[in-house]
């Protein structure tokens, strides 16, 4: 394996026509001093860093490190030189060697800048930064283009809104949006005018992005029912409703307007067992398997043979709980039960929200991270359980909350809007 390796990097090397220029620009990476690192290795990144590719890519060469190091080193050493598809194709090369080499994920990020891809680059770091909320360097790329671009589409607005040019005023305010989603001003605004243009798709859309900052805003939520309703988006309004009920309790106007959609939704199509969910005070199993197969349908294929499952018979949701268990999003026990009355629990919930979004990857669907500013910890859950990870990533990407208190509270179980409004987080923000 070594041998092949170095050969077909001498090949690679020689094809490309020797040195060429230098990209000085170009990050070199902290080198890991870890196991499998030799004096060759260690030689061949002080060479780059020192702006000699040529010299650092014959050290590499003698080196007998690790494939996986040995690619990320190659990869950077392309990446000085401006080969751009060399470089890339060692980092995926160090990545399917080991899918958390944040090293060679930096690189593909940085060749995005390289590219002036400004808007990949920028969704590149997100998803790092969600991933490696401590790495100092990714906060660094990911804070400048953030504040650089944020910056230069807001300038081009107020040119825009200064001649009267409507649609490119709002679309650069989109992207304003998109690089500093926490500014609620630029969103609302956003929201208003497509509300107004009747275009209540979009509207809808960024209504919902306000109220994942400001869930209790009652001016939006008002605004987002409104929406919801000539939509024809009967749970929806339903939700939200509620949501208003909580904050002024009692209410004749907001109960009167809950029973009256409540008939409409009962009049529609979807199977009344269906139904039935959104005014349960805790979603089981079989109801999650339905929520997620309903709103993902256009992104569900199962191209294997499905998965027997002996306990679903005469299940509403029978043919979505075969199709998110031959998709491995959920999953069945040894015996091929599923446990379909079983209350789903937040901890299982975020487990089930992570194979999603690794199918959604799978799939080639890019879903738009936008983590926290500031890193938060859930205080009751121990960094040795084993789905700390996954619950840190959901926090910080704000698909799943904390309590006031900072608590994650796994083995709480979930009502229906809180299931809907953790896969609309999702659904709504794939790309």
Known sequence: ?????????????????????????????????????????????????????????????????????????????????????????????????????????????????????MGNAFSAYSQLLAKYPEHAWIKVKYQNIKSTRTGFHLKQAEVYKSRDKTGKYIEALRMASRYSPEIIEIKTKIADYYNEEGQYKEAAFQYEKVLAELPNKEEILVKVAKVYEQMDKVDGAIMVYKSLLKLKPGDLKIINKINELKIKFYESDLPPKFKNIFFKQKVSREDLAALLGFYFKRYLQADKTPVIIRDITGSYAK??????????????????????????????????????????????????????????????????????????????????GLDAENRFNSTQTLSPGEVIAAIKK???NIE
């Open 1 to 117: 394996m070594r041998t092949l390796l170095i050969s077909s990097m001498v090949v690679l090397l020689a094809a490309c026509g020797g040195v060429g220029r230098v990209n000085t620009g170009i990050h070199i990476p902290a080198l890991e001093t870890t196991a499998g690192s030799d004096a060759a290795y260690e030689a061949g990144w002080q060479a780059l860093k020192e702006g000699k590719p040529k010299e650092a890519m014959q050290k590499f060469q003698q080196s007998a490190a690790a494939d996986e190091k040995l690619y990320v080193a190659y990869g950077y050493t392309f990446l000085s030189q401006d080969k751009i598809s060399l470089a890339r194709r060692n980092f995926r090369k160090a990545i399917e060697l080991n899918p958390d080499n944040v090293q060679a994920e930096l690189g593909l990020a940085a060749i995005y800048e390289l590219l002036e891809d």
């Open 319 to 400: 043919e979505y709980i075969i199709e998110i268990c031959t998709l491995k999003i959920m999953g069945t026990r040894p015996d091929h039960s599923f446990d379909r009355f079983t209350a789903v629990k937040r901890a299982v919930f975020a487990e089930v929200l992570d194979s999603l979004l690794k199918y959604l990857s799978r799939r080639d669907y890019k879903v738009k991270i936008t983590p926290l500013e500031e890193v938060v910890e859930p205080v009751d859950i121990s960094p040795l359980h084993r789905r700390y990870k996954i619950i840190k990533y959901l926090v910080n990407t704000r698909i799943m």
């Open 426 to 428: 999702i659904l709504y």
